[in-house]
């Protein structure tokens, strides 16, 4: 028989974490409003033939996101068995609105008052039996923890029958006074204190920004090397077995030098950084962190005529610029969303660490490695992260009064009390998730990428190959901004993945028309024979920082707005501000 | 007997909303969190720069801008 289940409540509630446990599928939750925003679709671990969909988290039926009013069609349409409406025990008068909602539309439902064992460390308690027999529907405790309440639930849900008979509906102030037998008081957490202070807000955010790079940063050098080496052994082997075989020796050097080559570097550079910074991302989310980061920073996005959850999409642009724009979904005012997504790629992703750090490393801190050192390193990214936030509510101010014109939106977002994130589960997840997506993205990207700079390396016109022209068309431009047209060109043939930015740089110099190693200290000498100084390096970092999106974001931007032309105002626009911004450099250079 | 408008409101308050003139967006998702006429709340906190500020209301803690609160009347029961 084929049943259909649809979850419903506020969000917040855990009920992500519940569809979770009865589906046994992997799904992310998160710990602030409205993270849930697409319907997820999965079946009964104990009986796969029973659909459960899992839908946004909203307030109230009146709908006022996009979110809300897929819920409330979906309740509204009734192409299902029943729902399970799932209430935070601990917020239970907020989470009667909704219910009281949806048993006026339909009495098929099973009420899981969830978050039971938290509500009972809080002292808040319900009386179930009382508050079933008012509402006329089964109602059960639950916590997704604990198996025991989801066996429990699972024995009421298949018990269910359906309910055809409509009784009068107590109304709201009966059902508290009758069911709420104690509620639990305010108490402000020790972590708000400190996270929120008028004193401490700040610099504990830049604190928690600065460890999160740190680890990053520190936790990714040795895998890297690692992963390089290892994509290194495989070019190897396949090259060294394409030789022996008939296939044309052009196509080999294709597939070994271009396209594995390119493979290589995005994995190794981009795959360690991503699977640290994101599953720490995750653990700050599930804490409930995140929340109070929009709350401190939404006065200067108001001045930005845009919204406090604009941080939170900029954060996870830290870790990868196309999660970033997917992430501005939270913002439920369309202005307000694309002014994040238009400017999300002012934020580097960790593809464009390696690359700054690279430099900073080499111009401005010294190879000499230790404690200090990396402090100093992850320091100076923080101020380059800093100066991305700068460029941020620039070009969101600029934009909000030209191309995005428009009123404010209300701005309300709750701050759920901090809870302990299931660090193995979520860690190992968020792990994997990441790796699998990083994994699809680089070789969706090498395989052209690789061909295409293979390609244009190696066919030669007149006595130079089409690489070295490209560079030397753009080199006035470059010089200009205080680079070069090799470099100009690498950010160019560098969109597929930022990764290959910097690599290309140095394959070009090196005229060795392929990707290769390069330690630091040959890096440093082939840069400095080719005329890099601070002021190069600056330059460069600037451009990187501001620059068009990559091309998976960029593809993101256009899905996301719908518009192609918003989609090229978000490329135009951090270019220009890179150019004027380097070309201000070039001129502060005493050379 | 003392009457502010919410958006005057300070940490460590308690008021109880004696009007209500918001309308459209801001009414609806007021209405939806709890905010509405009768409704008893409890100012928690501030941001540091003092916009918004943390409003605890029908058990949760809920940020709202002091901007969209200047509509709505409350008479205070406790200071802080």
């Keep these: ?591 | 007997m003392n009457i502010i408008t919410l958006n005057k409101i300070a940490a460590g308050c308690k008021a109880v909303i004696i009007d209500n003139n918001t309308s459209g967006e801001t009414h609806r998702r007021f209405a939806d969190i709890g905010i509405i006429k009768g409704a008893e709340i409890e100012c928690v906190g501030e941001s540091p720069l003092g916009d918004p500020v943390a409003l605890y209301v029908n058990g949760a803690v809920i940020a709202v801008r002091r901007g969209d609160l200047s509509e709505i009347t409350a008479m205070v029961t406790k200071n802080e």
């Design chain 1, 1 to 591: 028989m084929n049943k259909t289940i649809g979850l419903v409540g506020n969000p917040n509630v855990g009920k992500s974490s519940l569809f979770n446990a009865l589906t046994g599928m992997h799904q992310h939750t998160g710990n602030w409003s409205g993270k849930t925003v697409e319907l997820s679709f999965g079946r009964l671990k104990s009986n796969p033939e029973t659909k459960l969909v899992d839908l946004p988290g909203t307030y109230s039926l009146d709908a006022l996101s996009p979110e809300e009013e897929i819920t409330r069609d979906f309740i509204e349409k009734g192409e299902y068995s029943y729902l399970l409406f799932v209430c935070d025990s601990v917020l239970f008068e907020r989470n009667l609105t909704l219910l009281l909602q949806v048993l006026s539309i339909t009495k098929n439902v099973i009420v899981c008052l969830n978050l039971s064992d938290e509500a009972e460390r809080k002292g808040v308690e319900i009386n179930t039996d009382k508050l079933s027999s008012l509402l006329g529907v089964k109602v059960v405790k639950t916590s997704a923890r604990s198996r025991k309440s989801v066996k429990n639930l699972l024995k009421v849900m298949n018990e269910f029958s359906p309910i055809t008979e409509t009784s009068e509906l107590p109304n709201r102030e009966t059902l508290i006074k009758e069911t709420l037998v104690s509620k639990n008081e305010y108490k402000k957490s020790p972590a708000d204190k400190i996270l929120t202070g008028k004193i401490t807000a700040y610099p504990a955010m830049l604190l928690m920004l600065l460890v999160v790079f740190w680890i990053t940063i520190s936790g990714a050098n040795y895998p890297s090397e690692l992963l390089s080496k290892g994509f290194n052994n495989i070019e190897n082997a396949v090259y060294n077995f394409l030789v022996g075989t008939n296939i044309p020796i052009f196509l080999t050097e294709l597939l070994c030098f271009g396209v594995l080559r390119v493979l290589g570097k995005v994995v190794s550079v981009m795959l360690p950084p991503m699977a640290i910074f994101f599953p720490m991302f995750t653990l700050m989310e599930d804490a409930g962190v995140l929340p109070r980061i929009a709350y401190n920073l939404d006065k200067p996005f108001q001045k930005c005529s845009a919204c406090g959850k604009q941080a939170l999409c900029m954060s996870m642009g830290l870790g990868c610029n196309a999660v970033g724009v997917v992430g501005c979904r939270i913002i439920a005012s369309r202005r307000e969303r694309n002014l994040a997504v238009l400017t999300n790629a002012l934020m580097p992703c960790n593809g464009r660490f390696p690359a700054i750090i690279t430099l900073i490393t080499l111009f401005f801190v010294g190879t000499a490695g230790g404690m200090i050192n990396s402090t100093l390193s992850a320091a100076l990214l923080l101020g380059v992260v800093v100066l991305g936030v700068g460029a941020t509510f620039f070009l969101t101010k600029l934009l909000s009064l030209t191309f995005l014109k428009g009123k404010p939106s209300p701005f309300t977002l709750e701050l759920p009390p901090y809870r302990r994130p299931e660090l193995i589960k979520t860690l190992a997840r968020s792990f994997l998730d990441r790796t699998v997506f990083v994994l699809l993205r680089a070789v969706a990207v090498a395989v052209p990428a690789g061909a295409v700079i293979f390609l244009l390396s190696n066919i030669t016109v007149g006595e130079q190959s089409l690489i070295l022209h490209a560079a030397s068309f753009l080199d006035p431009i470059g010089k200009i901004m205080g680079l070069d047209g090799v470099i100009l060109l690498a950010f160019i043939l560098g969109t597929p993945a930022n990764e290959i930015v910097l690599p290309l740089v140095l394959m070009i110099y090196s005229s060795s028309g392929l990707l290769g190693e390069a330690g630091l200290t040959e890096t440093m000498s082939l840069l400095v024979s080719r005329g890099w100084n601070v002021w190069t390096a600056a330059s460069f970092i600037v451009f990187s920082l501001m620059h068009w999106p990559c091309a998976t974001t960029l593809l993101t931007i256009k899905k996301e707005t719908g518009s192609r032309s918003l989609t090229i105002l978000s490329a135009v626009l951090p270019t220009l501000m890179g150019v004027a911004l380097c070309i201000f450099l070039n001129l502060c250079d005493p050379r």
